[in-house]
């Protein structure tokens, strides 16, 4: 099983930007795809953006409310995916946790998920 461990997170003010890093160790990063949850008080735990394995074509994903704002990406060499997140709302405040799939294809639901990091908290206030 693979070991994932986030960092990145923190306070920022409405507007600006942060980047999370998920590190990942263990199973052989380049077989599964890769994601990004996050989950705010009171509420469930939701899909924010994936990444496939990049051994060919590389597919993407990205929850509704954070496409164009969010970028998801690996480094393989790394084995480190990350998480470009502009433009952040106050909204966007929750605890971002790192996903490994069970399989090379983007991981769009929590039952798809094999690992989980330990989350980090990310705050945007208004």
């Known amino acids: 099983q693979v070991q994932l461990v986030e960092s990145g997170g923190g306070l920022v003010q409405a507007g600006g930007s942060l980047r999370l890093s998920c590190a990942a160790s263990?199973?052989?990063?380049?077989?599964?795809?890769m994601g990004w949850f996050r989950q705010a008080p009171g509420k469930e735990r939701e899909f924010v953006a994936s990444?496939?394995?990049?051994?060919?074509?590389?597919?993407?994903a990205y929850a509704d409310s954070v496409k164009g704002r969010f970028t998801i990406s690996r480094d393989n060499a790394k084995n480190t995916v990350y998480l470009q997140m502009n433009s952040l709302r106050p909204e966007d405040t929750a605890v971002y946790y790192c996903a490994a799939g069970r399989s090379t294809a983007v991981v769009l639901t929590t039952n798809l998920v094999e690992s989980w990091g330990q989350g980090t908290q990310v705050t945007v206030s208004s």
């Open positions: 990444i496939s394995w990049s051994g060919g074509n590389t597919n993407y």
């Open positions: 263990g199973r052989t990063f380049n077989n599964y795809g």
